[in-house]
């Protein structure tokens, strides 16, 4: 499988490509990383340094990899943290090309925006480009259940609400969608869920809620469902794989008591995903 990632990098920690990257390669992706900033660290720090790398430039990229006559041999485009307005645009022309390339091509998109939290923390432009244009011509998309309710002007908070919401974006383009976090009030205290909802149903995952907060912890959730979606054409298993990698991943960086994903020593959670939690159908 091979997948071309159009995302940010950051030298320090994990964050965008620098944190969806090496889990893809190491459950045998190959992966054409694309740069959009090029960051000391990512931005919940507060100071970072570094470059919103111009969207010509980005393109310029991107073209170089076409000359290489890479485009047929994608499986996948995959896309997160848009660093400027003019990024959507250079995204878009890509996909086109590499599905014109290769008409079996999906592309992926983790709609960045914010969460419930801390609300929208990129730019203004952002989030109505990802609505309007972006979103559209995806595939599979990524959103937590703030980004969902932003993209579909609803409240998703209940199991049938955020399905609802799911389906509403999937009238908008996108096949799957898959609800990186689904925080409901009636769950199991100390737990959180993952949802993801296609043509062929609709399934939940849950975990517990670990007490941290993750920077990157979405773009290794986008990276590995992606690829595991595109393996395996269960949303299911690939549901089950990845929250099971991801918490696993999470589990070891809180215990670590470290502010960065422990992405390099939880590897063997991508390899060999535990499977400890059980997939719900609800619809």
């Not at 992966?31 to 393109?59: E, K, M, Q």
Request: proline share 7%; charged share 20%; with cysteine.
């Amino acid at each position: 499988m091979k997948i071309l990632s159009i995302q940010s990098a950051v030298a320090y920690g994990h964050a965008g490509n620098s944190a969806a990257v090496f889990p893809m390669q190491r459950i045998g992706v190959e992966v054409l990383p694309v740069y959009t900033v090029n960051f000391s660290n990512h931005t919940g720090y507060g100071a970072w340094r570094g470059p919103l790398i111009p969207p010509a430039d980005v393109a310029e990229v991107i073209r170089g990899v076409e000359e290489r006559g890479a485009f047929a041999t994608l499986d996948a485009v995959l896309s997160g943290y848009q660093g400027s307005e003019g990024i959507a645009d250079v995204i878009i022309d890509a996909v086109a090309r590499v599905k014109e390339a290769n008409p079996a091509a999906v592309y992926a998109c983790d709609p960045v925006m914010g969460n419930a939290k801390s609300g929208c923390f990129v730019a203004p432009a952002i989030p109505d480009l990802l609505r309007e244009k972006v979103v559209p011509i995806a595939d599979i998309i990524t959103p937590n259940q703030f980004e969902l309710g932003f993209l579909t002007g609803t409240a998703p908070d209940t199991l049938e609400s955020t399905v609802a919401a799911a389906d509403a974006a999937r009238d908008m383009g996108p096949r799957t969608v898959l609800v990186t976090s689904v925080e409901r009030p009636d769950r199991p205290e100390g737990t959180i869920e993952m949802m993801v909802v296609d043509d062929d149903g609709a399934w939940v995952v849950q975990t517990p809620h670990l007490p941290m907060k993750a920077n990157g912890s979405g773009d290794v959730t986008a990276a590995l469902f992606t690829s595991h979606y595109l393996a395996t054409r269960s949303a299911p298993d690939a549901l089950a794989r990845t929250a099971s990698s991801v918490f696993g991943l999470l589990e070891q960086t809180l215990a670590a008591g470290d502010r960065e994903l422990q992405l390099v020593q939880a590897q063997e959670h991508f390899a060999h995903p535990r499977l400890e939690f059980a997939v719900r159908q609800v619809r």
